[in-house]
């Protein structure tokens, strides 16, 4: 699961904070999306299933899908194993 890009994106109160998640993200040699946006299901979703995005939400959401899709590229090749290997420990 690692050398994949992740969003982190708490919803609610009692869940982590994004700052405690984008290190155990590190920890998976994962790369943590930068922005964030909060959603909701009543204003940003049709029928709670559809999203749709209100008009204050979309430059941030689109901020977040292309950093998403950035990191999907630049972590493809690492992904396939051709440009860097798993550094093995010496015990």
Known sequence: MHRYPAMI???GAGNPDPFEM???V???QMADVRAQVALSLFTDFENFTAFRPGPLQE???N???????AWSGALASLRA???????QSSA
């Open 81 to 87: 194993g051709t440009t860097m290997s798993t550094p």
């Open 9 to 11: 994106n708490p919803v």
């Open 26 to 28: 590190a920890e998976l």
């Open 59 to 61: 430059g941030s959401v």
């Open 63 to 69: 901020m977040m899908l292309d950093q998403l899709v």
């Open 22 to 24: 984008r290190l155990v």
